[in-house]
């Protein structure tokens, strides 16, 4: 197993990585969510608010379970910036780099 | 222009818990904090405060065209139990906040002026949407009012300026 992982190129982890943390982002989004249609179409693209439905009380408590979750901090100038699935995939990739 | 936000403190407590450990602080100043701290109320005031900021925001919203997710720099204060601001950055907003009993309800202005303009429509105007933000069309004025609109739990108002200033 660990032999096969080390044959995984950098480009293929990269996009394994992206999978995983969609698949982890939709577990934490679950419990906000008000349109389910949205959140079983879910991409990159997906607005949490305008698509999904979250309210923007919510949506403190996605930023607190990503926190939780990364063992990341989510300061005030990349908060502002989490309205979308994409985004906040940019963010926990950028936090996680920082603090490895 | 104008902003409203309601609440519906009985949906709100099913929906969020505001004494989550890290959920103040993610969205409310020291100077906020120290409201709620000092509050009768502190659950009332949290979503007191919560729909200050929102109702400041949609007029932030509608003004720049700007979508942002920065509870905490919308920064309220309070002057009276009905009036207050939350300012942003350069920019002040106005707010009177009706509570009553489940419902809390916060009209945001950039002029207090303005608040003696306010008029609350019911839900049998027909409202459409330009660009995702609400408006009720004057047919004989041939002109388009911007509106505010906001639902939440059993509760819903939707709000304008009197044009005629």
């Known amino acids: 197993m660990i032999n096969n992982l080390c044959y995984i190129s950098g480009e293929k982890n990269k996009k394994m990585n992206k999978e995983q943390t969609i698949i982890e982002l939709k577990a934490i989004i679950k419990p906000y969510i008000a349109n389910n249609e949205a959140f079983e179409n879910l991409t990159e693209e997906t607005d949490f608010i305008a698509d999904l439905k979250i309210n923007s009380a919510n949506l403190v408590d996605v930023v607190l379970d990503i926190e939780e979750k990364y063992n990341i901090i989510i300061d005030n100038e990349s908060m502002e910036k989490m309205l979308t699935v994409k985004a906040a995939m940019a963010i926990i990739e950028e936090k996680l780099a920082a603090r490895d | ?102 419902k809390i309800y916060t009209i945001a202005v950039t002029d207090p002026k303005h608040f003696s303009a306010i008029l609350e429509l019911k839900q049998d105007h027909k409202i459409f949407k330009k660009e995702g933000l609400p408006f009720i069309r004057k047919e004989e004025l041939g002109f388009d009012y911007p509106i505010s609109v906001t639902h939440h739990g059993k509760f819903w108002q939707a709000a304008m300026l009197d044009q005629i200033l």
């Open chain 2, 1 to 102: 222009m104008i902003g409203n936000d309601v609440i519906d403190l009985s949906v709100a407590r099913l929906e969020s818990n505001w004494q989550r450990p890290g959920f103040l602080n993610k969205i409310f100043s020291v100077k906020e904090q120290f409201y709620i701290e000092t509050a009768k109320d502190q659950e009332q005031m949290v979503w007191k405060l919560w729909s200050q900021k929102e109702a400041a925001y949609k007029i932030f919203n509608r003004e720049t065209g700007t979508r942002v997710f920065n509870p905490i720099q919308f920064e309220c204060s309070i002057d009276t139990s009905v009036f207050g601001k939350v300012n942003f950055k350069d920019k002040i907003f106005f707010t009177k906040t009706l509570i009553d009993n489940d």
